[in-house]
């Protein structure tokens, strides 16, 4: 599709569902890049507008709120809070971030869905749908629970299976039941407003796969495999009391379909924004409805359905809106090689890291960067975050510019030197960065962001090899005037890495800028070698990163390993009770007390622990026992612990071993030794 000169560019960023916080996912996925790319747009002085906001109504919401015994409100509440603080902490630059519970958004949602059904856009029918008897409600898909037909989990959902990943009707469970009374639902005929994708598949067709072949493979492939399929209409209403009422007579219980309410969201934070400063921003419907905006949606993958199809059809079927001009969705992030899961507690979350990683926001806008997941899931380690710190930010980029202001400190007391006559080796570098703008400005029109980044960390590469091969230490001393140009070129060379990096590490870049003492600069700036005038006074030197040492990460990861043991721990189910026996043959067990005299490992068996009881008898018994990969033997000494007095002996390692101390097995398979709660003497029969 040809490119069109538009006038200002409307920047969307998926509105976060406030029912808990930010993690790396969200941060990857959408948020980083989108910021990128705007503050891209600002430091080439475009007409740009972020809009952001949480996305305030639907099931889990009103289920979370649910168990806790707390309104809607409260938990929406609760968590836009946090997470609007979260992005302000770490720098996502959004124009507004508001919410779907205003009464802006409100009004103008419900004004869009009744200007379609005025229009006789939406199509009214009635179907048959699970109700609660005992509740008095219909029960949205995520209040019934039953065994998928598939993998047959019994706690499927009726919308999905999370075990085997099956998308799920609620009629295609197996015994559902509700999740609020636990009874079984039945079927009961109630009436919605449906929006008919199958009316607009061939303009979809031609407007995506069509005209827009250059969006990402991704994005246009997950288009192609719904649009090759018949779509069919899909309710925009649901029987609910939490959202925003049906503007339609006859609808009383019936609320708008989050995915209908959400995408508008960005509409009304847009006019929100617009009406609070109409002298900077003008009327909200430019940024909508004029042919001269280009409107991107900043999105993750699990969103590009509702985004490229179901948004699209609705501002389509409304008719004065813009339609988007790029959706650069992302694939999903990976956590030290496994799904992030919030149910699992399996995240990295914003509000953590910025109080556990204090003034490191930019490392993790790199490392996030750097693995952003653009055409296919990635992943996120501990190790490569410390590693890309360490070996990229502190050991290229923080030395090259450490290595420059301190040489200037050293030489010119701080001050920017004329620039002399230029050799060979200075034209060359001059060349080099001279072509980095319009690498990074291609990439990132392209929606490239991580090889961008790649491309701007060349200019500290340029300056680290520059600086090494002209050595002005050893010039110094035979050439003064000749280090000059040295100093000079590389101070430039520094200039442009505040620039070329504002939009990837904003923290940093205000940082560097204030080393430099440079106020302002704009994009077009970048690849000149005159931004820092000879006399120019600069700053103290300070280190721009520090490196991350092992015990920060060692922390991180055994936070995540704790995590691990917790949620195994809640998923533990006991083992099934043995088959019935007589309390005769009980009795035939004689389990006693024994107070551990010593205990040492066998030699040359890995697994056996010598013990030597006093076993009440007046004469130690000597048992072997399987537990050395969980105690020390001097843990156990002095302990009282079971045992089983009247097993036939048997030799172990050629030690013969006579009864067997009783252990407990945990869920992770460690093993744990009985003991007592009250001083009992050894000897004393357990009965």
């Known amino acids: 599709m040809e490119q069109k000169d538009y006038k200002r560019t409307t920047v969307t960023a998926a509105l976060p569902y406030a029912n808990g916080g930010v993690h790396i996912g969200h941060l990857a996925g959408v948020y980083v890049p989108a910021d990128i790319y705007v503050r891209y747009l600002r430091l080439k002085k475009q007409e740009v507008i972020f809009i952001g906001g949480s996305d305030e109504h639907g099931v889990p919401i009103t289920i979370r709120a649910r168990k806790e015994g707390i309104t809607p409100q409260d938990v929406v509440d609760r968590y836009h809070a946090m997470i609007k603080k979260s992005f302000e902490d770490f720098g996502i630059s959004f124009d507004i971030y508001s919410r779907t519970t205003s009464a802006v958004h409100h009004k103008l949602a419900s004004d869009f869905f009744r200007k379609l059904y005025d229009d006789g856009k939406l199509v009214e029918e009635t179907t048959q749908q699970y109700y609660d008897e005992e509740a008095h409600q219909f029960l949205a898909d995520r209040y019934i629970t039953g065994e998928c037909p598939h993998c047959h989990n019994e706690g499927a959902y009726g919308d999905q299976c999370e075990k085997c990943g099956r998308d799920l009707s609620p009629t295609e469970l197996i015994n559902p039941k509700s999740t609020i009374s636990g009874s079984a639902p039945v079927l009961k005929e109630t009436k919605n407003w449906y929006l008919p994708l199958n009316e607009y598949q061939e303009w979809l067709k031609e407007w995506i796969l069509e005209g827009h072949k250059e969006w990402r493979s991704n994005v246009y492939g997950q288009c192609k495999s719904w649009l090759d399929m018949d779509l069919q209409p899909r309710a925009m209403t649901r029987d609910l009391d939490w959202g925003i009422p049906v503007p339609v007579e006859g609808a009383d219980g019936k609320v708008l379909y989050v995915w209908f309410d959400a995408p508008i969201g960005y509409i009304s934070n847009t006019k929100e924004l617009c009406d609070r400063e109409p002298e900077r921003w003008g009327s909200w419907e430019k940024w909508w409805k004029d042919e001269d905006t280009k409107l991107v949606h900043f999105i993750g993958k699990d969103n590009i359905v509702f985004h490229c199809i179901i948004f699209p059809v609705m501002m389509k079927a409304h008719g004065d809106y813009i339609m988007p001009d790029n959706v650069p969705a992302n694939e999903f992030l990976n956590l030290e090689n496994d799904k992030i899961s919030t149910s699992r507690n399996w995240a990295v979350w914003l509000h953590e890291y910025l109080?556990?990683?204090?003034?490191?926001?930019?490392?993790?806008?790199?490392?996030?960067?750097?693995?952003?997941?653009?055409?296919?899931?990635?992943?996120?380690t501990w190790r490569d975050f410390q590693d890309r710190n360490n070996n990229e930010l502190v050991a290229i980029y923080g030395n090259f510019v450490n290595r420059a202001l301190q040489l200037t400190?050293?030489?010119?007391?701080?001050?920017?030197?004329?620039?002399?006559?230029?050799?060979?080796?200075?034209?060359?570098?001059?060349?080099?960065?001279?072509?980095?703008?319009?690498?990074?400005?291609?990439?990132?029109?392209?929606?490239?962001?991580?090889?961008a980044q790649f491309a701007a960390m060349n200019l500290a590469r340029i300056g680290n090899r520059y600086i090494t091969e002209c050595e002005p230490w050893k010039v110094?001393?035979?050439?003064?005037?000749?280090?000059?140009?040295?100093?000079?070129?590389?101070?430039?060379?520094?200039?442009?890495?505040?620039?070329?990096?504002?939009?990837?590490?904003?923290?940093?870049?205000?940082?560097?800028?204030?080393?430099?003492n440079m106020e302002s600069f704009d994009w077009n700036q970048l690849g000149q070698t005159d931004l820092l005038k000879a006399g120019h006074q600069l700053a103290e030197p300070e280190l721009l990163f520090e490196k991350i040492e092992d015990s920060v990460i060692e922390a991180q990861l055994q936070k995540l390993e704790d995590t691990k043991k917790a949620n195994e721990a809640a998923a533990y189910v006991a083992k099934p009770i043995k088959d019935t026996i007589d309390f005769s043959d009980?009795?035939?067990?004689?389990?006693?007390?024994?107070?551990i005299k010593n205990c040492e490992k066998v030699k040359k068996a890995k697994k056996l622990l010598k013990f030597t009881l006093d076993d009440g008898s007046g004469e130690d018994r000597t048992i072997v026992s399987g537990i050395a990969a969980f105690y020390e033997p001097e843990e156990l000494i002095g302990k009282d612990v079971l045992f089983i007095a009247n097993l036939a002996p048997r030799k172990l390692m050629g030690i013969e071993s006579q009864g067997m101390i009783l252990s407990a097995e945990n869920f992770d398979g460690n093993l744990s030794v009985t003991t007592i709660l009250k001083e009992v003497k050894p000897g004393s029969q357990v009965c």
């Open 476 to 516: 110094w001393k035979t050439d003064p005037k000749r280090v000059e140009t040295i100093l000079y070129i590389s101070l430039q060379l520094v200039a442009n890495l505040a620039i070329a990096f504002e939009p990837f590490l904003p923290f940093s870049s205000k940082k560097l800028r204030g080393l430099i």
């Open 409 to 451: 400190k050293k030489y010119w007391d701080g001050i920017v030197p004329a620039c002399g006559e230029l050799l060979d080796v200075d034209r060359r570098a001059i060349e080099e960065f001279k072509g980095v703008k319009d690498e990074v400005e291609q990439l990132l029109e392209q929606y490239k962001f991580r090889e």
């Open 355 to 380: 109080v556990e990683m204090p003034g490191k926001q930019d490392v993790l806008r790199y490392v996030l960067t750097a693995n952003a997941p653009e055409t296919k899931d990635n992943n996120f």
């Open 586 to 595: 009980f009795e035939r067990l004689d389990i006693r007390v024994g107070h």
